[in-house]
């Protein structure tokens, strides 16, 4: 795939970039690793005013910047400046707290016959992340900005539909003042991921991506005996059981789908709805569905925006044709728009069955299917009945089906009566084939911390009484 900035509203090729040569590679990381040496020794107070000179240089180019992303991947101008906002939201979180969510640990030092015992978090170098393209700024903030300011160093392989993009994190950062080297992207394809990967300089690699990308990561990673912090796939289950506040819901589930003009990990793609209220509820959002506007995503008036590659329209459709064709029906949408840009209609589906391909995999764009079940066990069973386990929406005001869903769900983020979306505050990650590990919180920076034992005795003879091996 080339690098290139490609306007998904016309399909007009923009702007190109060579890919980086070995040379260049190697020098990056051999910036990278030098630049950690000096990071790794700096305060946190020190960081966290870079951090925070960041968050004020992105808050400050708000607007170029958001137009820069509608224009590389199709994203609304309004989501896109919401997008660069919450970055901004973001440094600011870390800079504020990372002393706190670094600070040593004590332990019970009599239990352990020392001292003093305690936890010491400490960076491990330079990291790797490889970021999509559908949330080309938040998707790496939320690594970049606990891994810089616990004291790694970032190398970025972004989608390379957003090269710009990409370009401008680098130059953020060091705008913000963090030392040469401290972040770089990599001009690259992923054919260079596995050199990068392998190279002793790098220590850890993060992706969100594809299931197939998380494999290949992995099995570089397990090769190199490097850590990995993986984000798939999902195909979130949003339940919506009788007591539910029907408007409301539907309301929500027509952001929840539409979000991002429906290409995002932890969009509601599966929506499951008890039969009592099915009806009402499938009338209701396809209203709302059918009332979106789509159009130029620059437009203030426009709810959806192109996909962001014709590949990817051409996949949906595929998924809503092989569906039509095993017994589908179409409330609305369905068809594919003529002329540029890679627009599509918001499209809800119902009388689907385990032979179509919707029912399993992964809808990433503004298509909806509509699940009838007629009890609690069986709506636990077809949300959980994926191989995705990223995120889930559950619609009930009984609080014995708030507590059981929050239990039963397969999925590493419950939300309640609420869009599943993602906060600094929170962590963030999946399980089964939407991936391992957490970004964002405390438990994301320390996801790129050697987690450091120390154990202090009043002396050597005291220190070897009693104690036990391994």
Same mark, same amino acid.
């Given at each position: 795939?080339?690098?290139?900035?490609?306007?998904?509203?016309?399909?007009?090729?923009?702007?190109?970039?060579?890919?980086?040569?070995?040379?260049?590679?190697?020098?990056?990381?051999?910036?990278?690793?030098?630049?950690?040496?000096?990071?790794?020794?700096?305060?946190?107070?020190?960081?966290?005013?870079?951090?925070?000179?960041?968050?004020?240089?992105?808050?400050?180019?708000?607007?170029?910047?958001?137009?820069?992303?509608?224009?590389?991947?199709?994203?609304?101008?309004?989501?896109?400046?919401?997008?660069?906002?919450?970055?901004?939201?973001?440094?600011?979180?870390?800079?504020?707290?990372?002393?706190?969510?670094?600070?040593?640990?004590?332990?019970?030092?009599?239990?352990?016959?020392?001292?003093?015992?305690? *936890?010491?978090?400490?960076?491990?170098?330079?990291?790797?992340?490889?970021?999509?393209?559908?949330?080309?700024?938040?998707?790496?903030?939320?690594?970049?900005?606990?891994?810089?300011?616990?004291?790694?160093?970032?190398?970025?392989?972004?989608?390379?539909?957003?090269?710009?993009?990409?370009?401008?994190?680098?130059?953020?950062?060091?705008?913000?003042?963090?030392?040469?080297?401290?972040?770089?992207?990599?001009?690259? /394809?992923?054919?260079?991921?596995?050199?990068?990967?392998?190279?002793?300089?790098?220590?850890?690699?993060?992706?969100?991506?594809?299931?197939?990308?998380?494999?290949?990561?992995?099995? #570089?990673?397990?090769?190199?005996?490097?850590?990995? *912090?993986?984000?798939?796939?999902?195909?979130?289950?949003?339940?919506?059981?009788?007591?539910?506040?029907?408007?409301?819901?539907?309301?929500?589930?027509?952001?929840?789908?539409?979000?991002?003009? /429906?290409?995002?990990?932890?969009?509601?793609?599966?929506? #499951? *709805?008890?039969?009592?209220?099915?009806?009402?509820?499938?009338?209701?959002?396809?209203?709302?569905?059918?009332?979106?506007?789509?159009?130029?995503?620059?437009?203030?008036?426009?709810?959806?925006?192109?996909?962001?590659?014709?590949?990817?329209?051409?996949?949906?459709?595929?998924?809503?044709?092989?569906?039509?064709?095993?017994?589908?029906?179409?409330?609305?949408?369905?068809?594919?728009?003529?002329?540029?840009?890679?627009?599509?209609?918001?499209?809800?589906?119902?009388?689907?069955?385990?032979q179509m391909r919707m029912w399993a995999e992964e809808v990433f764009g503004p298509v909806a299917g509509l699940y009838r079940v007629s009890s609690y066990d069986e709506a636990v069973a077809v949300a959980n009945g994926t191989p995705f386990g990223l995120g889930a929406n559950a619609w009930t005001t009984d609080p014995a089906e708030q507590e059981r869903f929050a239990t039963d769900l397969d999925?590493?983020?419950?939300?309640?009566?609420?869009?599943?979306?993602?906060?600094?505050?929170?962590?963030?990650?999946?399980?089964?084939?939407? /991936?391992?590990?957490?970004?964002?919180?405390?438990?994301?920076?320390?996801?790129?911390?050697?987690?450091?034992?120390?154990?202090?005795?009043?002396?050597?003879?005291?220190?070897?009484?009693?104690?036990?091996?391994?």
């Amino acid at each position: 795939m080339p690098i290139a900035t490609t306007n998904p509203a016309t399909g007009q090729v923009l702007k190109s970039y060579e890919p980086m040569s070995s040379e260049q590679i190697d020098a990056a990381i051999d910036r990278a690793d030098l630049a950690f040496r000096d990071l790794r020794r700096t305060t946190v107070a020190q960081r966290a005013q870079w951090m925070n000179a960041a968050a004020d240089l992105l808050d400050a180019e708000r607007d170029d910047t958001a137009r820069l992303m509608t224009t590389e991947m199709g994203k609304t101008y309004a989501a896109a400046r919401a997008e660069v906002t919450k970055c901004a939201t973001a440094c600011r979180f870390y800079a504020a707290n990372a002393e706190r969510m670094l600070a040593d640990e004590p332990a019970d030092a009599a239990a352990v016959k020392a001292k003093r015992a305690f *936890v010491r978090y400490q960076p491990i170098g330079a990291v790797l992340a490889v970021m999509p393209w559908n949330f080309p700024l938040w998707q790496v903030m939320r690594f970049a900005a606990p891994a810089l300011m616990a004291g790694n160093t970032g190398l970025l392989k972004h989608a390379s539909n957003v090269p710009q993009t990409a370009l401008y994190l680098e130059d953020v950062f060091r705008r913000a003042g963090f030392p040469e080297g401290a972040f770089t992207t990599l001009l690259v /394809g992923s054919d260079a991921v596995d050199r990068i990967l392998s190279d002793p300089r790098v220590r850890a690699a993060t992706l969100t991506g594809s299931e197939g990308a998380g494999r290949s990561i992995a099995q #570089i990673a397990g090769r190199e005996l490097k850590k990995t *912090v993986l984000e798939l796939g999902g195909s979130d289950p949003f339940v919506v059981m009788p007591s539910a506040d029907l408007d409301r819901a539907a309301e929500v589930a027509t952001t929840a789908r539409c979000q991002n003009n /429906g290409q995002s990990c932890i969009a509601a793609k599966r929506f #499951i *709805v008890h039969t009592d209220v099915f009806d009402a509820f499938a009338g209701k959002f396809a209203a709302n569905m059918a009332a979106l506007r789509v159009g130029d995503p620059m437009d203030a008036d426009t709810d959806v925006g192109p996909l962001a590659s014709e590949s990817g329209r051409d996949e949906i459709h595929a998924q809503v044709r092989d569906a039509v064709a095993h017994g589908a029906t179409v409330l609305c949408g369905g068809e594919k728009p003529t002329g540029d840009g890679w627009f599509y209609p918001p499209t809800v589906v119902t009388d689907l069955n385990p032979q179509m391909r919707m029912w399993a995999e992964e809808v990433f764009g503004p298509v909806a299917g509509l699940y009838r079940v007629s009890s609690y066990d069986e709506a636990v069973a077809v949300a959980n009945g994926t191989p995705f386990g990223l995120g889930a929406n559950a619609w009930t005001t009984d609080p014995a089906e708030q507590e059981r869903f929050a239990t039963d769900l397969d999925a590493g983020n419950v939300f309640v009566n609420g869009m599943t979306t993602s906060y600094p505050e929170l962590p963030f990650g999946g399980v089964k084939n939407s /991936g391992y590990g957490r970004e964002l919180s405390a438990l994301g920076m320390r996801e790129f911390c050697n987690t450091k034992t120390v154990w202090v005795g009043e002396g050597a003879a005291t220190a070897g009484a009693g104690a036990h091996a391994e």
